[in-house]
């Protein structure tokens, strides 16, 4: 058979390329990126592999300890609450609650406001301003109390959660775009594909949107923590998801009351949404640092 | 020979502007107007802060003016419209690498400007910016190269292939040879000329060396205090400076000695 890799050929890797391999080269990261690619596959297989749905009642088995324990059941993996509900299942299924919402949420804000800043940061004068400062107002009130807000008007559910926390997104992709285009727009290289004829919209999408990928990837892992704590601390005061949903805030609040008889109750959710966010954040740094590395290097 | 550029009155103003007040205005560059023709060299020179890079970004259209015009065979160029610009006169940038895109490979920024004012087709683009990167001395290869992977003179290379792509007829090179070693300096100068002989392409170029300017331009403008103060042949500039300041320049009477 012949060979095609006569010689041993080194291609020096894309800018892009050169990030994953600086990242790679950190275990913390890339662990925690197992950790939050581990909880996304739960949260989306949890139909079909969660023991029982979220729902389903035990009622001779209620506050069934978790398996390890002397009196827990390998059944009931991380045992049941005091209704008789799986606790394992519950969690799978509220991953969905309190992974996939804010991920929907962060997108759709992500998507939104980076346009808006793009053309913010694309246009001058009286335009570029008006979009800049277009939801300012809402940079004012910090998340919670603006969620709140929008919750005593239209009352506490899911949906108003949702519009609320993207109300507050949105401003945030929209500065951070803005000032990262404006950063660039005067740099010699967008002159240069200016003067070679480009349209203004291969100069945005192909000329100055690869050079800041790296602040929207930055404002998105930053977004996405704040949107998965905001969801649970509305859901732990009751405002948020209603039960009997399996949220992990919600669940939070509701094992308030047996802390001392069935502590996992507490410990479980809790320990998901710690796991979550932190990994989260440690993808965000890590990714940051090595974004820095690249740049250092070239 | 035929006039192919011709400015007129051409002027810069910039206002610094502080808060709600009217701004201060500072004035850059003076009207000025001169010719120059087909296969012409023109040396820009001057001190720092003389207007010169302000004279090569009106020309090259990466800022508009504040008044005046530019004709090109007689034909006025607007302000703003840089398609029909870009496929006359071309810019290389002083600074090389901050003009390259980081994030895409060499080959995609040269195809830029013939998928923007060209219809060939996509592969004789592709053949147009292998034959242009082989006329810069670099290889086909380099299409692939991100621009960090290239020393500086290499992407001094890309910088103009950039600017010969579409064949053009008038190339604005601001001070594109600051920073290369004198070797890598001899080498891009010419090619600058040999490229000059084969496409007949106008050169306007900035310069602090004498060397280089008595080397390659035809005529020379001097540049003090957003003002021009002299502009004529080389060779009788040389020879005869009217002003002081075109005599510290050319440092004529060094020049004059070693002749």
Same mark, same amino acid.
């Not at chain 1, 990242?23 to 139909?47: D, E, H, K, R, V």
């Not at chain 1, 023991?51 to 049941?80: C, E, I, V």
């Not at chain 2, 579409?166 to 090179?173: D, E, G, L, R, S």
């Given at each position: ?298 | ?154 992407? @001094? ?38 490229? @000059? ?63």
């Amino acid at each position: 058979m012949p060979n095609t890799k006569l010689y041993f050929q080194y291609r020096e890797p894309s800018p892009l390329m050169q990030v994953w391999i600086n990242f790679q080269s950190n275990p913390f990261a890339l662990s925690a990126l197992y950790c939050f690619g581990f909880i996304t596959l739960m949260m989306i297989l949890a139909p079909v592999v969660s023991p029982f749905d979220a729902n389903q009642q035990f009622s001779d088995l209620t506050s069934l300890p978790p398996s390890w324990d002397d009196d827990g059941k390998m059944r009931y993996f991380f045992g049941t609450d005091d209704l008789g509900r799986d606790m394992l299942s519950r969690i799978m299924h509220g991953a969905r609650y309190s992974l996939g919402y804010p991920i929907l949420i962060v997108l759709f804000a992500g998507i939104i406001g980076t346009a808006l800043g793009a053309g913010a940061g694309m246009t001058r004068g009286l335009k570029s301003s008006t979009l800049n400062h277009l939801l300012d107002v809402l940079l004012s009130i910090p998340s919670l109390l603006l969620a709140l807000i929008i919750i005593a008007i239209l009352g506490p559910s899911l949906e108003n959660v949702v519009i609320a926390l993207s109300l507050v997104l949105i401003p945030q992709f929209i500065h951070a775009v803005r000032n990262a285009v404006h950063d660039e727009i005067y740099k010699d290289y967008v002159v240069a594909a200016k003067l070679n004829g480009c349209s203004t919209w291969y100069i945005l999408t192909r000329v100055i949107l690869p050079n800041i990928t790296t602040v929207i990837v930055m404002q998105t892992t930053l977004a996405l923590s704040t949107a998965i704590l905001d969801i649970a601390a509305l859901g732990f005061l009751g405002l948020g998801v209603q039960p009997p949903a399996p949220e992990w805030g919600t669940m939070l609040a509701r094992s308030l009351d047996q802390v001392y008889l069935s502590p996992w109750l507490m410990v479980l959710p809790g320990l998901a949404l710690f796991l979550t966010v932190f990994s989260i954040n440690v993808i965000g740094d890590s990714l940051r640092a090595a974004i820095q590395e690249r740049i250092r290097n070239s | 020979m035929s006039c192919l550029l011709e400015v007129k009155g051409l002027y810069k103003n910039y206002i610094h502007k502080s808060g709600w007040l009217p701004g201060k205005r500072v004035c850059a560059l003076e009207p000025i107007s001169f010719t120059l023709a087909k296969g012409e060299s023109l040396a820009v020179m001057g001190e720092t802060g003389s207007g010169k890079t302000t004279l090569a970004k009106l020309i090259a259209g990466a800022e508009p003016p504040s008044g005046g015009e530019i004709l090109l065979n007689g034909e006025r160029l607007e302000t703003g419209n840089y398609r029909q610009r870009c496929r006359h006169i071309r810019m290389i940038f002083q600074d090389s690498l901050g003009s390259l895109n980081p994030q895409t490979t060499v080959g995609q920024q040269l195809l830029e400007s013939l998928k923007f004012n060209t219809d060939l087709s996509n592969q004789e683009q592709v053949d147009r910016v292998n034959e242009t990167l082989m006329k810069v001395g670099l290889l086909p290869d380099h299409f692939f190269f991100y621009p960090h992977m290239l020393s500086s003179g290499q992407q @001094q290379r890309v910088c103009i292939a950039r600017a010969i792509v579409i064949n053009p007829q008038i190339i604005v090179a601001d001070e594109a040879l600051v920073g290369l070693d004198p070797s890598v300096r001899a080498q891009i100068i010419n090619l600058l000329l040999d490229l @000059q002989q084969d496409m007949g392409i106008s050169f306007i170029f900035i310069s602090h060396s004498p060397e280089i300017v008595k080397h390659v331009a035809d005529k020379i403008l001097i540049m003090h205090r957003g003002k021009m103060i002299e502009f004529g042949k080389t060779s009788e500039l040389i020879k005869n400076p009217t002003e002081h300041v075109t005599e510290l320049l050319l440092q004529s009477g060094i020049i004059k000695n070693q002749l």
